[in-house]
């Protein structure tokens, strides 16, 4: 063996959610150098598996601490003028505060296997610095629009701009990538949407915005600018010719083809989406027309990947046209969201990134199904023991290796002290 290579073994090595190598070991630098049965495993009483790292697709890590406030049964508009437009507004005279959301909401996610996130929101420099303090990869966009938290327009894509360029210039695509964020059809008119896009192609970065969470956005753009959905997609030039990302495609029934044609990927948030009543993505009809469908947190009062795949199965055993499996659900949160974000295959597969997640089941297995292992996996049934990042270690035990436990509670009662300033004020 190499010099620098590392070895982690496991009952059970997850290539793929639906390939495994049984009593395995995975061999890695930075890399995936082999995956091989190891017949001479100690026995030390525990279930481990080891899984390829997840992905949540669609963030918004400034917005941490009013998470619970999902919980409210506001629908989108009451939800967001209540407490997302005020705790922003304090979010830019306080930046600190997204600083502190950041890594708080980055340890949870680090917990629940994550170790890819797109995160779009405003102080995304500060987000930047929790990621590279962390060692977890993102995508950071800003979220562009019409003035609403900014002066104007130009001032947000302005902000965009030094972000994408920050990014660049540190030069570390396979930790951070940046792309650019037209935040939502009704916050931007057709024209700046469509410049935030152009912008995107021309600098040779991707697009991250929301599209038709709610059946508000057609009927604005119908009644404003007499445009279709489809149109918008259209005019603004989503897809055509830049990596696009868009998160929630609920109100999508005539833009299914398109979608997949320009090969748009969705992000689906399940517990947001239900949370806040915006409708039920169509997220089989997705899949079966060929879209990459990954998921995203988005707001959701956990940050944990987990609490999402396992809401997502018991919700479209409700409400979708066919179930999804643990398998499929699986695969969402890891594979689809990292070829997604452009950082991989997502799998364990020689000349992949080394990003491992190592799991112990709290239960005993069958020793005859490896569904029951996903299916464990994927109901919450597993803690995150380990996560290697590049073949770095970021989380071990319950703690980040960046950050000690005590800076970390730290930053939890700097937080609090934040909320605490702003429901004050
Ligand atoms: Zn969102």
Redesign the pocket.
């Given at each position: 063996m190499s010099k620098g290579t590392q070895v982690i073994c496991g009952k059970y090595v997850l290539i793929n959610p639906y390939t495994y190598v049984k009593d395995a070991c995975v061999e890695f630098d930075t890399k995936i150098k082999d995956v091989k049965p190891c017949e001479n495993l100690r026995d030390t009483g525990e279930s481990l598996v080891i899984t390829h790292g997840l992905a949540s697709t669609?963030t918004?890590l400034g917005l941490y601490p009013v998470r619970s406030t999902l919980g409210y049964g506001l629908r989108l508009d009451d939800w967001v003028n209540t407490f997302v437009w005020p705790w922003e507004r304090f979010l830019l005279s306080n930046p600190d505060a997204s600083y502190a959301a950041a890594l708080v909401a980055i340890a949870e996610m680090l917990s629940s296997g994550i170790t890819l996130f797109a995160d779009?929101h405003f102080n995304e420099e500060r987000v930047l610095n929790a990621v590279l303090r962390t060692g977890i990869k993102a995508d950071l966009s800003v979220a562009v629009m019409s003035g609403g938290v900014f002066q104007d327009f130009n001032e947000s894509l302005e902000a965009n701009r030094e972000l994408v360029n920050r990014v660049r210039k540190l030069g570390l695509p396979e930790l951070v990538k940046a792309r650019f964020g037209p935040c939502t059809p009704r916050l931007l008119n057709p024209s700046e949407f469509a410049e935030v896009v152009s912008t995107a192609r021309k600098e040779g970065v991707g697009v991250h915005a929301?599209l038709a969470?709610v059946p508000e956005d057609e009927e604005y753009l119908r009644k404003k600018w007499g445009l279709s959905l489809r149109e918008f997609v259209e005019y603004v030039g989503l897809g055509d010719g830049v990596d696009t990302l868009v998160?929630?495609a609920i109100w999508v029934q005539n833009l299914t083809e398109l979608l997949a044609e320009r090969g748009i990927k969705v992000s689906h948030?399940p517990r947001?989406n239900t949370l806040l009543r915006d409708g039920l993505a169509p997220i089989t009809t997705l899949l079966d027309a060929g879209v990459n469908v990954s998921l995203?947190i988005?707001?959701a009062p956990t940050y944990s990947i987990i609490d999402d795949v396992a809401f997502m199965i018991g919700l479209h055993y409700n409400g979708g046209s066919r179930a999804l499996n643990a398998e499929d659900a699986l695969w969402m949160a890891s594979v689809a969201g990292y070829r997604a974000l452009g950082f991989g295959t997502g799998e364990l597969v020689r000349g992949e990134p080394a990003d491992i997640v190592v799991w112990e089941l709290t239960d005993i297995l069958p020793e005859s199904r490896v569904s029951h292992v996903v299916t464990s996996l994927v109901m919450g049934d597993a803690i995150v023991r380990r996560v290697i990042i590049n073949g770095r270690e970021v989380f071990r035990d319950g703690s980040l290796t960046g950050i000690r436990s005590e800076e970390l509670m730290l930053y939890r009662s700097k937080l609090a002290s934040y909320l605490e300033a702003f429901l004050t004020s």
């Open positions: 669609h918004h779009m929301h969470e998160a929630h948030a947001s995203g988005d707001v």
